[in-house]
Nanobody, 125 residues
Framework: EVQLVESGGGLVQAGGSLRLSCATS????????IAWFRQVPGKVREGVSC????????YYADSVKGRFTISSDNAKNTVYLQMNSLKPEDTAVYFCAPDPFQCRIGVRPQEYDYWGQGTQVTVSS
């Protein structure tokens, strides 16, 4: 059974940092990229970052470039999202998903088969 557990969210002031974790199980970790998405109520889930299975390719949405860093620990089957210089507009529920498309740009969230429960990130101004 595929499982993804996001953690590390919380309440932080603008300018602060958080590190999200995505612990995975139930699939061959090094065969998939892992993508991070976020969603605000009433809006479409948007891609934030992605790391390819070989870790040689990463993707960042323009809105987070230079502030967020994605990394992977294959020994722990876990992907991290280090978020620095947080802004109120980063407030959202953050989800991770195994990505069979290897971080291809433009793939719709509906095309991903598995999601975790999400972790809430709230950035106060």
């Amino acid at each position: 059974e595929v499982q993804l557990v996001e953690s590390g969210g919380g309440l932080v002031q603008a300018g602060g940092s958080l590190r999200l974790s995505c612990a995975t199980s139930g699939f061959t970790f090094d065969a998939y990229a892992i993508a991070w998405f976020r969603q605000v109520p009433g809006k479409v889930r948007e891609g934030v970052s992605c790391i390819s299975s070989s870790e040689d390719r990463t993707y960042y949405a323009d809105s987070v470039k230079g502030r967020f860093t994605i990394s992977s620990d294959n020994a722990k089957n876990t992907v991290y999202l280090q978020m620095n210089s947080l802004k109120p507009e980063d407030t959202a529920v953050y989800f991770c998903a195994p990505d069979p498309f290897q971080c291809r740009i433009g793939v719709r969230p509906q095309e991903y088969d598995y999601w975790g429960q999400g972790t809430q990130v709230t950035v106060s101004s």
